[in-house]
């Protein structure tokens, strides 16, 4: 059957006319050839997907893609939590990789795994001998934490000494965990010894750790003297005394109250007038060594408010001046405040901004600025403002107060006070708007060479010991759009600087230190 119809196909084409034979033949070439080169369907490529897993507590951060249909790179970083650690990344089962950012190629479907391991566990075991507390006791903490411990004597008791894992230890005390530790405080019963004797001083101090160097005999206070006879005392305290990890306590001043036969004494003697002091034992007195607390390596300031601190968006509210706005870079050293790299913030002068804010009880202080220019620089421009003043939650960005010329190549001391005051004081405005002030205190400020004028209150004759300014609210005269700092309202005192010194010189530099405090 079918060799019959292939018969017929060919009988059919033996009698066709040539051109249909050739038109035939064309098209079945054609049909063939279009049949091996019409194109096929390619194939949708595979996925390349690179599977990210966590082996413990931690995340993975990455810059890139996980997944394409090609090739392609990322970035990877190891992320671990609080007291975990990067380990190493496990790279398709088998590679190990310990860096925390890697750079991979993903040529195929690949996993990663990022393994993070916890940290190790220290204990710290606390034992106390006697009758007190510490800050922190028997307890468990990772790798390198720090710990600052505080011990405190409980009533009619006194610290004696420490040991941590037997060697002597000084309390306060910084602890890191890189061990287990062992911490021995021994705690002294106080023994109150009758003391008897016709003329009594007792020696005290606001410090738990002060010690008082009688007569040259060293005794830790409260310590009470007894004599029969009057006699010549000599007691002194210890300028620096330890407090905590960042700040110790100053020898402020010593407070002398007491009764004689004749008067009755009460009287305040400077540490950085009266190093010691030297009394007549004749009656029964008080007397008081009284610290401040200030920063270990800057003596009696609690904290320097740097000009970037007070006022951080300055560049914003100046553009045109950008980062010079800031005028030097501050540091602090042993016992003093750094200015120098002073910008070229104009063609005349160098200046510095700091605002040095001291401890509970403090409302006076001595200061002394100088450079490190060897000869005078004098100069008609005059500086800015030295003001003493009370934190209670300003606004800070503009100041007016004591104007005053910084001549470079002088070392000058001053003295700057907060003077209780009652009274209402009545100015006026720009505008002539009469403004009405409630005063409780106003600044003073004793010893500034060349005082020109006090901004704060013009066409008033200045008293004698000194200018008198009226406005130290440190208010944000701009408003508070910009980020200004408010300061806290703590009542502490502080003095505001802002000095400037006829030089521009790439070696300038000015120097600050706090020679003494008084209440």
Not at 318 to 323: D, H, L, R, S, V
Not at 459 to 487: M, Q
Request: proline content about 6%.
């Amino acid at each position: 059957m079918c060799a019959e119809k292939i018969y017929d196909i060919y009988i059919e084409f033996s009698v066709m006319e040539l051109w249909k034979k050739l038109l035939l033949i064309a098209i079945i070439v054609v049909v063939v050839v279009a049949y091996f080169l019409w194109p096929r369907p390619t194939p949708k490529p595979s996925l390349i997907v690179l599977q990210i897993d966590v082996e413990g507590r931690g995340s993975v951060g990455y810059n890139g893609k996980l997944k394409d249909y090609k090739p392609f790179n990322v970035t990877l970083v190891a992320k671990p939590e609080e007291h975990w650690h990067f380990k190493y990344w496990i790279l398709n089962e088998s590679e190990k990789i310990e860096s925390r950012e890697i750079y991979l190629q993903v040529r195929a479907n690949s996993t990663l795994k990022a393994v993070f391991e916890e940290m190790p566990n220290y204990r710290l075991t606390v034992l106390l001998k006697g009758n007190g507390t510490c800050s922190v006791g028997n307890s468990t903490w990772y790798l390198g934490e720090k710990l600052n411990i505080i011990c405190v004597a409980a009533d009619g008791w006194k610290l004696s000494n420490a040991t941590l894992d037997g060697k002597p230890a000084e309390i306060p005390l910084e602890v890191i965990m890189d061990k287990d530790h062992r911490l021995e405080v021994f705690f002294e019963k106080i023994v109150k010894k009758e003391v008897k004797g016709k003329y009594i001083l007792r020696i005290i101090s606001n410090a738990d750790n002060a010690i008082a160097i009688v007569n040259h005999t060293s005794h830790p206070l409260p310590y009470t003297l007894a004599l029969n006879e009057t006699a010549l005392v000599t007691v002194e305290g210890l300028w620096k005394l330890p407090y905590n990890s960042t700040h110790a306590w100053w020898l402020g001043w010593y407070n002398i109250t007491g009764v004689t036969e004749n008067e009755t004494i009460n009287e305040i003697l400077p540490y950085h007038k009266f190093n010691k002091t030297v009394l007549i034992l004749n009656g029964n007195y008080t007397l008081e060594l009284h610290y401040v607390r200030g920063l270990k390596n800057l003596p009696y300031v609690l904290k320097v408010w740097t000009k970037r601190e007070l006022c951080p968006d300055l560049p914003k509210i100046f553009p045109k001046y950008g980062e010079k706005i800031w005028g030097c870079d501050v540091s602090i050293e042993k016992g003093y405040v750094r200015f120098y790299n002073f910008h070229k913030y104009s063609t005349w002068r160098s200046r510095f901004n700091v605002l040095l804010e001291f401890d509970e009880g403090v409302n006076n202080v001595t200061i002394m600025v100088w450079d490190n220019w060897s000869t005078v620089v004098r100069s008609d421009v005059y500086g800015d403002v030295v003001i003493p003043m009370r934190l209670e939650g300003q606004l800070f960005l503009e100041l007016c107060g004591y104007d005053f010329m910084a001549y470079s190549g002088e070392r000058y001391v001053f003295s700057a006070w907060l003077k209780p005051y009652s009274g209402v004081y009545v100015t006026t405005d720009e505008h002539g708007r009469e403004i009405v002030r409630n005063l409780t205190y106003v600044p003073v400020v004793v010893g500034l060479p060349r005082i020109l004028e006090c901004s704060g209150i013009p066409d008033i004759p200045y008293p004698e010991y000194g200018e008198i300014c009226s406005c130290p609210s440190l208010k944000g005269r701009l408003g508070t759009p910009w980020n200004v700092t408010i300061l806290p309202n703590t009542g502490h005192y502080a003095v505001y600087l802002a000095i400037s010194f006829p030089v521009v010189d790439p070696s300038y530099e000015v120097y600050v230190r706090v020679l003494g405090v008084e209440p």
